[in-house]
């Protein structure tokens, strides 16, 4: 029979074995473990398709043989993938949740559109999310040191060829710092290099500037994230940008369209705001879907964009206002936008670039405090809408036939403009506007001034690269003592179009003054209608005509000099003049038509008499006119003409008779 002694040994030996065979069995099973529990963690991230495979783990080394991730943000799907990975620790930062070293070899990440969501499945109710302090960025960042050799990232739009290139960089961790360090190779292209660092007291400053030129950086920017109440926090924040060479290089990353990449030029911002959260300990908690209220200013300068605008500069102080996914917005002061146009792209000339000749004077745009919308962001559109009602104020508008001083745009209904990453293309709904400009002055003399100027418009939907349908519900202008008004406008550039001109108390002396031609005076009113036809190739007027109200009135003409010089030795043209020096109509008629090549024919005929002359004969005169211009207001240069034209008709009246 064993002895007791020899029982407790012997049992000794069984419990160090058995301890001995756990701690065997669970060093074997720990990759596993890991890795599921990775896994979990992962999974509950919102990453899908993770995979992981681990090395056994030494006294101050892991092998992480594989990771795979995959990841749905804004609209796009990001496939991750690294292998042999090394992680480095020691005792006392493994009891601390501090790793030394991470080390990248080889990687790759991939960026596709993202598959339609299914919208059968049930949506989880927002969770609160922390979002740290940017303070506390440092502390939670888990490593000292993250070494990435190489990243092949390869991004990929529907209609694009896709961006590939390398990233390689470093991050370093202390205690009142986090530096980074990150180079951006494509081809042949020259090299980009990013900094970004952040400090414990919450600023954080990011440049980007390429590898060959490190003195002048492409952007730079500022932002200082500190608490300002319990329930908020204050953001500040600065850009300062160069964008002829910035746009190339963010264009596959944020899907922006072809005419956005051409923007030059220099773009400054500062703003300053406040951002609603608990600030427990960790961090800010911010809960998706609640409400909350902010402010934002901002003010943004533009060198260039592209063959638009140059020095364009943007302020901007609104409140925000957040309910779910949707922000509202509304001006507390005033928005304010000042820019140089060219006016050559102020007739919708496409998307050709034209070189740029600025206007004379700034366009400025304002908006008074509340004018307000909304602003509501997902991942597959970003959609921004203006309330109706508050009017916009366009100051000092010119473009290459007519300066207004003033016009004031009120949109009738809502109006909304989405941008959507997937395609790139922005696009509008409808947009029901009235504009009404007290005073407009062309630059052609001879159309004068026009006055109290009011369109009701709706542009159609449609994408922004062209000029959407066009309806202009009813637009009214006082032209020349008269009024002139047409209706039933629809215009898109592809089809034909008819609608109607009319003309009420046009004052034919007003008409006659524009060419300030010496020798003729005119009263009068006109009534007229002109049938007008928008086609693809121009403008047409069929039938058109203008007629004299009753009673008429009076043309009286002196002739020029040479006129008056060739009558005073020709009796018969002495008579004409004498005629028609004191001409009374009862009816004048101007038939009109208009070509689309720019070919205008006016048919005018006069019926009246002079009762200074052979005791009030009746006269009839009838004049045809054919004139080639290219505005149909230029028509207006006809007082020249009609001068010529009763000239040469009264040299062949003077004429003896054979």
Not at 52 to 70: A, C, F, M, R, S
Request: proline letters at 7%.
């Amino acid at each position: 029979m064993p002895s007791r002694q020899h029982s407790r040994t012997r049992l000794a030996l069984y419990s160090a074995a058995a301890v001995a065979g756990a701690v065997v069995i669970a060093y074997l099973a720990l990759p596993y473990v890991l890795a599921v529990w990775l896994q979990s963690a992962l999974t509950g991230q919102g990453f899908s398709d993770v995979r992981i495979h681990l090395g056994y783990p030494g006294l101050q080394q892991l092998v992480v043989h594989q990771l795979d991730l995959t990841s749905r943000r804004g609209g796009r799907t990001f496939q991750f993938s690294a292998h042999t990975m090394q992680l480095e620790y020691d005792t006392a930062g493994l009891l601390t949740g501090r790793l030394k070293r991470l080390h990248v070899p080889e990687a790759t990440l991939r960026v596709t559109a993202a598959a339609p969501m299914d919208q059968t499945r049930a949506v989880r109710p927002p969770a609160p999310v922390t979002i740290p302090m940017p303070g506390e960025w440092i502390a939670v960042f888990p490593l000292q040191e993250l070494d990435v050799d190489r990243v092949v990232i390869e991004w990929r739009e529907d209609d694009q060829s896709p961006f590939v290139g390398t990233v390689r960089g470093t991050a370093r961790r202390d205690t009142d710092h986090l530096q980074t360090r990150w180079t951006l190779a494509q081809n042949s292209r020259p090299r980009y290099e990013f900094e970004f660092d952040l400090a414990a007291d919450g600023a954080l400053n990011a440049a980007l500037y390429r590898s060959v030129a490190p003195k002048a950086p492409l952007l730079r920017a500022t932002v200082s994230v500190t608490p300002e109440a319990r329930d908020a926090v204050a953001i500040h924040g600065s850009l300062d940008a160069q964008l002829k060479p910035l746009m190339p290089l963010l264009a596959p990353w944020l899907a922006l369209p072809p005419s956005v990449t051409g923007l030059d030029g220099q773009l400054k911002a500062n703003w300053h705001g406040t951002m609603p959260g608990t600030l427990p300990a960790t961090g800010v908690s911010i809960l998706h879907g609640s409400h909350f209220t902010g402010r934002v200013l901002l003010d943004v300068s533009v060198a260039r964009a592209a063959s638009m605008l140059q020095d364009g500069q943007l302020h901007l102080d609104a409140g925000v206002e957040s309910h779910d996914t949707t922000l509202h917005w509304r001006i507390r002061q005033t928005l304010r936008l000042s820019a140089y146009l060219n006016p050559g792209l102020l007739a919708f000339s496409g998307n050709a670039a034209a070189p740029f000749v600025r206007t004379p004077k700034p366009l400025l745009i304002r908006a008074p405090h509340g004018l307000s919308g909304e602003l509501a962001i997902d991942p597959t559109e970003v959609r921004i809408t203006v309330a109706p009602a508050t009017p916009i104020v366009i100051e000092q508008l010119q473009a290459p036939a007519a300066v207004v001083p003033a016009l004031t745009a009120t949109l009738t209904r809502a109006a909304r403009i989405s941008y959507r990453p997937a395609s790139a293309q922005w696009e509008t709904g409808l947009v029901a506007l009235t504009m009404q400009a007290p005073i407009i002055q062309p630059h052609y003399a001879e159309i004068g001034t026009l006055d109290d100027l009011t369109v009701s418009a709706v542009l159609g939907a449609g994408p922004l690269n062209r000029l959407p349908p066009l309806n202009i519900e009813e637009s009214a202008v006082t032209l020349l003592g008269g009024r002139v008004q047409a209706h039933g406008i629809r215009y898109d550039g592809r089809h034909d179009s008819q609608f109607a001109i009319d003309i009420a108390h046009l004052d034919l002396a007003r008409v006659v003054a524009l060419e300030q031609q010496q020798g003729i005076e005119a009263s009068g009113l006109l009534d007229g209608h002109l049938p007008v036809t928008f086609t693809p190739r121009g403008l047409i007027i069929t039938d058109g005509r203008l007629q004299a109200q009753a009673p008429g009135g009076v043309i009286r003409y002196q002739g020029t000099d040479r006129v008056r010089e060739m009558a005073a030795t020709n009796p018969n043209l002495k008579l004409v003049l004498n005629a028609l020096g004191n001409y009374h109509y009862d009816k004048l008629d101007v038939g009109v038509d208009y070509a689309e090549g720019g070919e205008l024919v006016l048919r005018l005929g006069l019926t009246g008499r002079n009762p200074d002359w052979n005791a009030g004969q009746p006269i009839h005169l009838n004049v045809s006119i054919n004139e080639n211009i290219p505005i149909l207001l230029r028509s207006l240069q006809i007082a020249d003409d009609i001068s010529v034209e009763v000239e040469k008709r009264m040299k062949e009246r003077s004429r003896p008779t054979p």
